[in-house]
């Protein structure tokens, strides 16, 4: 199957730093990327959509400020936490689809002290 | 609203018993269905798909049946392996196609006793 590299897996930042999380499509073309957030026991939540060379769509609720997503190239999405404080704390998952089923990146715990 | 939901949150079974999950879907629009496995710390991995025109798939080991009429898909597991032991979630698509927008299930924890 198709391979989604996320980096980092873990990263701990002090409250009001801004963390930068990459998503990789290693394998395919990618114009689209998608990004998560899950917490403990619970299932995936959609915070955007990634577009190649446009804007990202935000779902609704999530903060856009906040959620910084840039996809430059074809293979690359990064999600940009800003300021970030201790209730952005969770577990960030991209994923990205060559076809129709989603292949999903490693995920990255984020804790912020 | 339209949701995808699971009948149970927790499965414990026996290693080499077989293993039957269940999720429960809403909306009828819904045409293609993914079942995906999580194990701790890691993203979901997909393990099978099926279309609405197809009643019944099957992989290794696994198999998805789908209940268009009672709006019911299920994942069964066959000769349950410790390695099984994960979160499975269930997740429905809408044409027009967009498998970001997929809606996920609350996801059911299976636990493989030894």
């Known amino acids: 199957g198709a391979v989604v590299s996320q980096h980092p897996s873990w990263v701990i930042c002090k409250s009001g730093t801004s963390v930068k999380i990459e998503c990789r499509s290693l394998?395919?073309?990618?114009?689209?990327m998608f990004w998560y957030r899950q917490f403990p026991k619970q299932s995936l939540m959609l915070m955007a959509t990634?577009?190649?060379?446009?804007?990202?769509?935000?779902e609704q609720g999530v903060e856009k400020d906040k959620f910084l997503i840039n996809h430059a190239s074809l293979t690359l999405s990064t999600l940009t936490v800003t300021s970030a404080h201790p209730e952005d704390s969770s577990f960030y998952i991209c994923?990205?689809?060559?076809?129709?089923?989603?292949?999903f990146g490693s995920g990255t715990q984020l804790s912020v002290l | 609203g339209e949701s995808v939901g699971l009948h149970l949150p927790t499965l414990s079974v026996q290693e080499g018993d077989n293993s039957i999950i269940n999720c429960a879907y809403s909306?009828?629009?819904?045409?293609?269905f993914i079942w995906y496995k999580q194990e701790s710390g890691k993203g979901p991995q997909f393990i099978i798909d099926?279309?609405?025109?197809?009643d019944k798939r099957q992989g290794q080991r696994v198999t998805v049946l789908l209940n268009k009429t009672v709006k019911h898909l299920s994942l069964q597991i066959a000769a349950t392996q410790p390695g099984d032991s994960a979160v499975y979630f269930c997740?429905?698509?809408?044409?027009?196609?967009?498998?970001?927008?997929?809606?996920f299930g609350d996801g059911t924890t299976l636990t493989v006793k030894p």
């Open positions: 994923s990205a689809t060559p076809d129709e089923k989603l292949f």
């Open positions: 394998d395919f073309q990618a114009t689209t």
């Open positions: 990634s577009n190649e060379g446009s804007k990202a769509t935000y």
């Open positions: 909306n009828s629009a819904s045409d293609y």
């Open positions: 099926i279309r609405s025109n197809m």
């Open positions: 997740a429905e698509n809408m044409p027009p196609r967009n498998a970001g927008k997929s809606t």
